[in-house]
């Protein structure tokens, strides 16, 4: 078996090298003495990780490829515009199909670098805030008959649903945030998806249909909105993140998908992701404080997406006053540090922790390298900050023994 410092170095010096590359998380490791060699051909490296043309970058990725692959569309944090990383997306490939979580501001440019729209099945949302669903309604629309350019099938989109009240930390705090919003609602994923297509592009809609002949958008775009179990007593004041078990949400013939409740503070209901296939598996964290429960979905995994966060930093670009005090608490309760995010890797025994959803996203605001050295020292296995476009191959299961056998063995 090789050694942590081999499987942690071979990554550290090929993202080194080849920044925005492919990794391929199959191939076998080298030794710590070619690992160290500055001088090595650089054909050496790229039998280890697969470039995309430099200047079209995943330019072929859209191509068939069997197999699992992982493609970050968006790296950024927060809702802002940001020039170095789109808001926050990823696209799961198994075989010829692909699986969305989360439509960030600018992801759907790198969606289609990566994938074609006849590949799109699905459409998974952690959590309702802007940030993640900035691109939503153009994933919605653009496949949608557009001749070469054109769902394949009805799409699914699976995301919260409506929360019963507007959550709060507890009874007496629901009384001030009852005051605050001022009878604002939450609204459900199924009515998000109704305003996208039925208000916000009716007129374009509208006249595509009488124009061009295209069908009823809602015979491509299917909503739900993901049923919380009753035995979880999941609560948006009382309990928002209970202890519970994963729970299915979707599943076809190459994947199943599983969720589970995670602490973002006042956002509820927040859900992590998990896709298992005959390849492997990949959990998305979504939003989250350091979350027992996104350990436990997490178990085993092959490779884990977890959002990452400097406290200082991100403050450091705030000016002073009330509103950057409110946020503040908002982000230390809502987000996981950098100094955290290695220990969920390492109790949830995943294969490898990338980390992305990067807070501060103000372009150089964010020490990534720091955070990539902090998250290592707690977590055995390699660590990588993803940048827009990077992609991830996962490994083969029957081919390699997976990360859960290796962690039920040593339990």
Not at 81 to 103: E, H, L, M, P
Not at 243 to 270: G, K, N, S, W
Request: one cysteine or more; aromatic letters at 6%.
């Amino acid at each position: 078996m090789p050694s942590a410092w081999q499987t942690k170095n071979q990554y550290a010096i090929g993202i080194a090298i080849a920044k925005n590359a492919t990794y391929d998380l199959s191939h076998a490791l080298v030794g710590e003495s070619d690992v160290k060699a500055s001088a090595k051909p650089q054909h050496f490296f790229d039998q280890l990780w697969r470039r995309p043309p430099s200047r079209k970058r995943g330019a072929n990725m859209s191509k068939s490829v069997q197999g699992m692959t992982v493609h970050t569309l968006g790296t950024g944090g927060g809702p802002i515009v940001s020039g170095s990383r789109a808001g926050t997306s990823t696209v799961v490939k198994v075989d010829d199909a692909a699986y969305v979580i989360d439509c960030g501001m600018g992801s759907i440019r790198n969606y289609r670098s990566s994938c074609a729209w006849p590949d799109l099945r699905g459409i998974f949302l952690t959590h309702h805030h802007s940030d993640h669903i900035y691109d939503l309604g153009s994933f919605l629309v653009t496949g949608w008959q557009v001749p070469g350019e054109s769902f394949s099938r009805p799409i699914e989109v699976f995301g919260p649903g409506r929360p019963s009240r507007v959550p709060a930390l507890d009874a007496e705090h629901a009384v001030q945030i009852d005051a605050r919003v001022a009878g604002r609602a939450m609204t459900a994923t199924t009515e998000v998806v109704d305003a996208l297509l039925d208000k916000v592009f009716a007129s374009d809609i509208c006249i595509r249909m009488a124009d061009e002949g295209r069908e009823e958008p809602h015979n491509w775009v299917i909503a739900h909105d993901i049923e919380i179990p009753a035995a979880a007593n999941a609560d948006p004041v009382e309990a928002r993140h209970p202890q519970m078990e994963p729970f299915e949400v979707y599943r076809d013939e190459l994947v199943t998908v599983t969720a589970i409740l995670v602490d973002h503070r006042l956002c509820f209901p927040a859900f992590a992701f998990r896709i298992d296939s005959a390849y492997g598996s990949v959990v998305v964290s979504g939003d989250t404080a350091y979350s027992e429960n996104c350990i436990r979905l997490a178990r085993g995994a092959d490779l884990l997406l977890h959002e990452v966060m400097d406290l200082q930093a991100i403050l450091a670009t705030f000016p002073d006053g009330p509103t950057r005090d409110g946020i503040e608490i908002h982000l230390r309760e809502s987000h996981t540090s950098f100094d955290e995010v290695g220990k969920v890797a390492q109790a949830a025994g995943v294969g490898q922790l990338v980390l992305h959803h990067i807070v501060p996203n103000t372009p150089g605001a964010a020490d990534v390298q720091k955070m990539q050295q902090v998250a290592s020292l707690d977590f055995d296995g390699p660590v990588q900050v993803a940048e827009d476009n990077d992609c991830f191959v996962v490994p083969v299961v029957p081919e390699h023994e997976t990360q859960l056998e290796k962690a039920e063995a040593t339990a």
